[in-house]
C-alpha cells in the first residue's frame, strides 16, 4: 500500500508574485527538484501533473535519487524512472502521470531529487509557486548525470511534481489546507522548517502540505490558485493514506479588500463571516464524505500587517469565535491564542513574526506544530 509522502498544490502558471520558469516552460532542457519526504519506504513512485495544460507534455526520460548539495545526487543511488514499462511518456492536459514504483530506501525526514528531461517544447508549466526549496535547470539530459554542476539556472518554484508516495503503508497521514501560513512563508528557504515540516518530525506521521501562498477560501485566484473549497478534492481527498484534514483558510478572504496596494490581491470583494462559515461547512461536508478526521484552526493575529482593517479585525473575531464554539470542527487549534502577543492580543508575537506581523517566522512555524500535535495527533 503507498502513501503519500510529499505533495504540493499545482497553480496556474503566472509570474505576478514571484520570478519563475512556469509561462516560459522547458525545452531541450532538464529539471531536478529536491523535496522533503515524511513518510519512508523501501518503494517509491512519483506523481507528474498538469492540471493547468492544454497540451500533453512529453517526458522524454526521468530519475530519482537521494539529494546531494547544489543541485547534485548521491552517487549510487540516481534511479531511472518508467512509466508503464517505458522510460517516456507523457503528462496529460488537466491530468496526473504516475510512475511505476522502483526500489529505493528512503527515510522519513529524507530528501529525495526527482529530475526530468523534456525534449519537447513544453508550454506553459503547472507549477507551484512558492517551493522555499531550489529547482535547477540546466541544457540537454541530465537525468543519468549525479553531478549538479550541468545545472546553470536556478527557481525557488516546483513544476509539475505534485506528489511523491512510498509503500509505508500508512494509513495515518495528516494534510494540510491553508494559504501562504502553511505554504512556508517566512521561513527560512531551502531548511525546511515549514510548520509541516515540524508536524512532521513531532509525530512521526506522514504530513502532506496542500497550502498556497494567497490562497483563498471562497474565490479563485489567477495568482494564488483556485479556492480552497474547489481543489480540496484534488489536493487532499484524492491523495492516499490521508486520515486527518486541519484546515487554516480565510485571512485572504478578509484581508485583500483592505488593501489596493497589490495589484494580485484580487478579486478582493468585501466578505463576510455568513460567507466564511458556508465555506467552512463545504469543506468539512466534502472531507467527512470522504472519511477524514477535521481539525479547525483559528485565524492567526495580524495586525499591523497589509491584511489588517476594521472589518477585517470583526470578521476574523467573528469567525475565530465560530470555529472556536460551534462544536462542528472534530478538533479545535487555537493558533490565535498560541501566537499572539500578550500585550496586544491582535498581533503576533513578536519572537513569532516573520516581519510582515502577518507570517511567523520558523520559531512561529515550531509553536503551530507543537499546538496542532497537541490537538490532533
Known amino acids: 500500500m ?3 509522502s510529499w505533495s504540493a498544490s499545482p497553480q496556474l502558471p503566472s509570474e505576478g508574485f514571484t520570478p519563475n520558469w512556469s509561462r516560459e516552460g522547458f525545452w531541450r532542457q532538464s529539471l531536478r527538484q529536491a523535496v522533503r519526504l515524511s513518510a519512508g519506504g523501501e518503494r517509491l513512485r512519483i506523481r507528474l501533473g498538469h492540471a493547468y495544460g492544454s497540451s500533453p507534455v512529453r517526458i522524454a526520460a526521468a530519475s530519482v535519487g537521494r539529494t546531494a548539495p547544489g543541485g547534485a545526487v548521491r552517487p549510487g543511488t540516481l534511479t531511472r524512472l518508467t512509466f508503464g514499462g517505458s522510460p517516456e511518456a507523457a503528462v496529460p492536459e488537466r491530468g496526473e502521470l504516475v510512475s511505476d514504483d522502483v526500489p529505493l530506501a528512503v527515510a522519513a525526514g ?3 531529487t526527482v529530475t526530468l528531461y523534456f525534449d519537447a517544447a513544453t508550454g506553459p508549466a503547472t507549477f507551484h509557486a512558492q517551493a522555499f526549496a531550489d529547482a535547477h535547470r540546466g541544457p540537454g539530459d541530465l537525468t543519468a548525470d549525479p553531478a549538479g554542476a550541468g545545472f546553470d539556472e536556478v527557481s525557488a518554484s516546483w513544476y509539475f511534481l505534485t506528489a511523491v508516495e512510498t509503500d509505508a503503508g ?3 497521514a495528516v494534510a494540510l489546507l491553508g494559504d501562504s501560513i502553511t505554504d512556508g512563508f517566512g521561513s527560512t528557504p531551502g531548511a525546511d522548517r515549514r510548520w509541516s515540516d515540524a508536524l512532521a518530525a513531532r509525530t512521526g506521521r506522514p504530513v502532506l502540505n496542500a497550502g498556497i501562498g494567497g490562497n483563498l477560501l471562497l474565490h479563485d485566484s489567477a495568482w494564488y490558485g483556485e479556492r480552497g473549497v474547489a481543489r480540496l478534492r484534488r489536493d487532499v481527498l484524492e491523495r492516499p ?8 483558510l480565510g485571512l485572504n478572504d478578509i484581508g485583500f479588500s483592505e488593501t489596493d496596494e497589490q495589484p494580485t490581491y484580487k478579486p478582493a470583494p468585501v466578505v463576510e463571516t455568513a ?3 458556508a465555506g467552512h461547512r463545504e469543506v468539512l461536508r466534502q472531507a467527512r464524505a470522504a472519511g477524514l478526521r477535521v481539525a479547525g484552526c483559528t485565524l492567526l493575529p ?12 470583526e470578521v476574523s473575531r467573528e469567525l475565530n469565535a465560530w470555529i472556536s464554539g460551534s462544536g462542528e470542527y472534530d478538533a479545535v487549534v487555537d493558533l490565535n491564542r498560541a501566537l499572539a502577543d500578550p500585550a496586544d492580543p491582535d498581533r503576533l508575537r513578536p519572537a513569532y513574526d516573520f516581519g510582515d506581523h502577518l507570517h511567523p517566522n520558523d520559531a512561529g512555524y515550531e509553536v503551530m506544530a507543537e499546538a496542532v500535535a497537541a490537538a490532533v495527533c
Request: hydrophobic fraction near 45%.
Open 2 to 4: 503507498f502513501t503519500t
Open 110 to 112: 529524507e530528501s529525495l
Open 170 to 172: 500508512r494509513t495515518d
Open 241 to 248: 493514506g490521508v486520515d486527518t484534514l486541519v484546515v487554516l
Open 275 to 277: 460567507e466564511l462559515i
Open 302 to 313: 495580524f495586525a499591523g500587517s497589509d491584511h489588517w482593517g476594521r472589518h477585517a479585525a
